[in-house]
């Protein structure tokens, strides 16, 4: 497993648990016939960023988010609730080195806000597959990859669905991975080669989960990528994105907010949290 290890806790997940959670084509005896190819690793992102919903929900409850395997397995595989990109990709991370890839983390600045300069505060991997980098990343919301992109190829299109990516090359290093929406492409977020650890992680959820400036404090946040439209709940608007650019939205009331989330996201609290979270919620927008 390396210099530390099995980093992201993988033989501490339960693989079959995982792999129901996240409907993979086999059901949960597949565990035993996975291999680590780039088949398999198409396989597990395209099912884990289908099935498992991206939330912030614990934060706007002022619960604490935990990052250990066993947490985040509690929470979002057998409590099946979605969760933010640390969550995520700290699952998929531990699913797929418990497979047998190559994984390392890699801190990346978000830039879907325009010229500001944001500091290094989300969570992505790059999976090695036959000495080539791939890309992976279940937890960026709604624009976000449904499948690996390729790192070693930059300026590689890659279709997903009805949607376009490609990463491209600055200096330094620097990657970025970019979305093409209504005829041009945005970029979605850039990252250095610094490898990044699961005890890094750790400091920034921290600053996601308590800091006054984090854009998961005080609100609802729940996205869903999809192969043709994208969903996103912030606030209180509800905003439904096409890949000609065109975008709908609509405010959701506190008297239909429980429906929106499992309509449109699949995500269903328990009754206390739901609760909690409707009295909350006209202090959302």
């Not at 099912?47 to 498992?52: G, P, Q």
């Not at 192969?227 to 996103?232: G, M, Q």
């Not at 939205?249 to 239909?256: A, I, K, Y």
Request: hydrophobic residues 40%; charged residues 25%.
């Amino acid at each position: 497993m390396g210099r530390w290890g099995a980093m992201w806790s993988g033989d501490e997940l339960d693989l079959d648990a995982y792999l129901a959670r996240i409907r993979l084509p086999g059901g949960s005896g597949a565990a035993g016939e996975l291999r680590p190819d780039l088949r398999t690793l198409y396989a597990v992102h395209r099912a884990h960023t289908a099935a498992i919903t991206f939330e912030s929900l614990d934060v706007l409850l002022g619960r604490p988010v935990a990052l250990d395997v066993k947490s985040i397995e509690d929470k979002l595989v057998h409590g099946r609730r979605g969760g933010y990109c640390y969550e995520q990709n700290s699952l998929l991370a531990a699913a797929l080195e418990r497979i047998g890839f190559e994984v390392s983390g890699r801190g990346a600045r978000n830039r879907t806000r325009g010229d500001s300069l944001l500091a290094v505060t989300h969570a992505v991997l790059v999976v090695t597959v036959d000495g080539e980098p791939w890309l992976c990343d279940a937890g960026f919301g709604y624009q976000g990859p449904r499948e690996p992109v390729p790192l070693g190829r930059p300026g590689t299109e890659v279709q997903q669905g009805q949607w376009t990516y490609r990463v491209r090359e600055e200096e330094d290093g620097i990657l970025v991975l970019c979305l093409l929406r209504g005829g041009v492409w945005r970029d979605l977020y850039a990252f250095s080669p610094q490898r990044y650890h699961p005890v890094d992680y750790v400091l920034l959820n921290h600053y996601s989960s308590t800091h006054p400036g984090s854009s998961f404090i005080g609100r609802v946040v729940v996205h869903l990528p999809g192969d043709d439209v994208r969903r996103a709940l912030v606030g209180q608007e509800l905003t439904v994105l096409h890949p000609d650019g065109r975008a709908e939205r609509r405010v959701v009331g506190p008297d239909e907010l429980l429906a929106v989330l499992d309509r449109e996201f699949g995500l269903r609290l328990p009754e206390r949290d739901a609760a909690e979270l409707v009295r909350m919620y006209p202090a959302g927008d």
